[in-house]
């Protein structure tokens, strides 16, 4: 799987009652092989995802395409993967509100 199929399958496995009065917007910049600039927009119930950095992000995450995808299959531990710098996370209390919605931890 690469980062770009990872962030197509979210708006399947998001449960929209669970959603349905959450609002963010997330950027993930992933860099290298595989990577590639991404804004997952949740509003309404429904999650987007479009290419690009698009709007104003309450969280920014940077990591390359390879560390990323290690941590969303759980290869990479979340607090290592932020401890050594792997992964770099602009807002880290949006991400943990968020993360298990999308699969992310």
């Known amino acids: 799987m690469t980062a770009r199929e990872f962030f197509e399958s979210l708006p399947d496995k998001i449960n929209a009652d669970a959603v349905k009065d959450m609002q963010t917007v997330f950027h993930f910049d992933l860099s290298g092989e595989g990577g590639g600039q991404y804004t997952l927009r949740l509003q309404d119930g429904q999650l987007s995802i479009e290419e690009g950095?698009?709007?104003e992000a309450k969280?920014?995450?940077?990591?390359?395409?390879e560390d990323f995808m290690a941590l969303v299959t759980g290869k990479l531990n979340p607090m290592m993967a932020m401890m050594t710098g792997k992964v770099k996370i602009s807002n880290p209390a949006e991400?943990?509100?968020y993360a298990k919605l999308f699969g992310l931890m």
């Open 53 to 55: 950095l698009q709007g």
């Open 59 to 65: 969280c920014v995450v940077r990591s390359s395409a």
């Open 95 to 97: 991400m943990v509100k």
